[in-house]
């Protein structure tokens, strides 16, 4: 079935360093993909999206790349911060002739960033 | 400002009752999905609906049951068959099904002791 495998956490990282969150995908379709972020005690926010092959997402430093060839799209940023601590989701919607279907994500990543 | 409310913010429940979590949009949107939040599991979907008086089940709806009366309101009635319930419930809502424009509420953390 249609799922996303992300990198297990939790990451650590100081602050500044570049971080990478690994997230591949299996669907039967053309999908669109997500990444979401969760602070804590908190809801999910949209972080950054891209719908179709080679589409670059980017949103508050964050990039990630939609790779079709490799069913891929990893989050990266080049200087994290103390604020970034949070848990980062890939999520990925079908496209059918149009239409949406719903959102499947990954189990999440929890990222903190050291002072 | 538009959004999603989700109340209480902490719910604590004896064993065998049934519990109804509150979920209200004021974003105008046709779509609406609760979610369940384990750790270590990710988001698993428990029941949508696309418009009112219509709703589906997702991928792990036993035990729980919803109802949509109205397009602002989709509450979500944890009932006792629901084998462990202790866990974070997400409400969101989009356009309509499946688009791109999810929002998401704060959240209602449930025990259940």
């Known amino acids: 079935g249609d799922s996303v495998t992300q990198m297990e956490g939790p990451v650590t990282l100081s602050e500044e360093a570049f971080l990478t969150i690994n997230c591949t995908y299996t669907a039967t379709g053309y999908p669109s993909l997500f990444w979401y972020v969760q602070y804590p005690g908190e809801g999910l926010q949209l972080l950054l999206k891209a719908t179709k092959a080679d589409d670059k997402g980017s949103n508050k430093g964050f990039e990630a790349t939609y790779r079709k060839e490799t069913t891929s799209f990893h989050l990266e940023k080049g200087s994290v911060q103390v604020s970034d601590s949070a848990v980062y989701f890939c999520a990925l919607t079908l496209n059918y002739g149009g239409s949406q279907g719903n959102l499947i994500f990954g189990k999440g990543t929890k990222l903190s960033v050291k002072p | 400002d538009g959004g999603i409310t989700q109340s209480p913010k902490y719910l604590f429940r004896k064993e065998g009752q049934n519990v109804t979590l509150s979920c209200e949009q004021n974003?105008?949107?046709?779509?609406m999905y609760w979610y369940r939040q384990d750790p270590g599991q990710g988001l698993r979907l428990i029941y949508y609906s696309q418009i009112v008086n219509d709703f589906q089940k997702g991928d792990i709806a036993e035990g729980y049951s919803v109802s949509r009366e109205k397009k602002e309101s989709f509450p979500l009635t944890v009932t006792s068959a629901q084998k462990n319930p202790t866990a974070f419930y997400l409400c969101a809502s989009s356009p309509q099904i499946g688009s791109y424009g999810y929002t998401f509420g704060s959240g209602t953390r449930l025990t259940v002791v």
């Open positions: 974003l105008n949107h046709d779509a």
